[in-house]
């Protein structure tokens, strides 16, 4: 019960949070950057006098025997689908928020904007054995109620205990980054931007990049990589012991040493090359999101940047 009050009231201070940061500025800065895939195909009909013969739809004219055209329809709603990870690794933090509370800031402050626009926005989490379906999917929405939910889920989502967690084997497989992309791929029919949110810890190998450029290919992609600083570079602060959250056990490391902390360094940089390489090959952009610094600022110059390298259009 007690953990149910502390979980309502993060999601209410984050939910007021973010609807003051999304303001005037940052709602400009999003319309002009995001505007919606404009022409939407609407149907195909006879030709008629005075029609354009450039809209001429030759397959159908040649299979019916008579003049057809293409009719488009202006549709200038931005879908967003925002994918969140719910692994145990974003709840590290050494600031005031952890990585996940950052994460959720941030899907927050991208609903509320949206939100002033009427955008729909949906939300998949991955990374977690869910004992329900309820966390893992939150259905497209607009307005504060639908911001409301988001935050609750995207702060609630986490693998379950041990003996939930048992449970949730048995009803289905750990629902994984590269699944998700793949059934995002699958199902998302119109163009979409899809922003995804993680800390990319844990993605081993190269087998997820062939879903994320097939996503890329159709869709506007935004990879959002939370990160705390410790994870960047070690401070000089003698023993200190980690708990792996992903593997589990508890790891002992001298952080007095110059090469340790150089090779930590190393391999966090190692790591952010991979992934905005990853993002380069699927057409996508890489939001560098600071746990320990506000969300506002990196997500507004990703919006004005987008504006002016690419004059806003998708």
Known sequence: MERAA????????????TRRLASDALAGAYRS????????FDEVRPYLAGDDVRTIDWNVTARTGEPHIKRFAEDRQLR????LDASPSMDFGTGELTKREAAAELVGLIAATAAK???PVALELFGARLASGELGHVAPGQGGPHVLRL????????????VAQADAVARGPRLGFEHTLEELARVLRRRSLVVLISDF???????????????????????????????EDLPDAGV??????????VHEIDTSSRRVRALWHE???????????????????VLEIDASRPVLEPLLNLFQRRVRQRGGRL
Do not use: K, M, N
């Open 201 to 231: 810890e844990d993605l081993v190998g190269e087998s997820w990049r062939p879903a994320l450029e097939r996503l890329g290919a159709r869709h506007d992609l935004v990879l959002a990589r939370v990160f705390d600083p410790f994870e």
């Open 33 to 40: 950057s995001f505007r919606g895939s404009g022409i939407e």
């Open 80 to 83: 967003l689908h925002l994918v």
């Open 151 to 162: 935050l609750r889920a995207a702060l609630e989502a986490r693998e379950t205990s041990d």
């Open 6 to 17: 502390l979980l309502r009231s993060r999601v209410r201070q984050l939910e007021l949070r």
């Open 117 to 119: 626009q009427r955008d």
């Open 240 to 249: 200190v012991r980690l708990c792996d959250r992903e593997e589990g056990g």
């Open 267 to 285: 391999r966090a940089r190692e790591r952010r090359e991979r992934l905005v390489a990853a993002a380069a090959h699927a057409r996508g952009e």
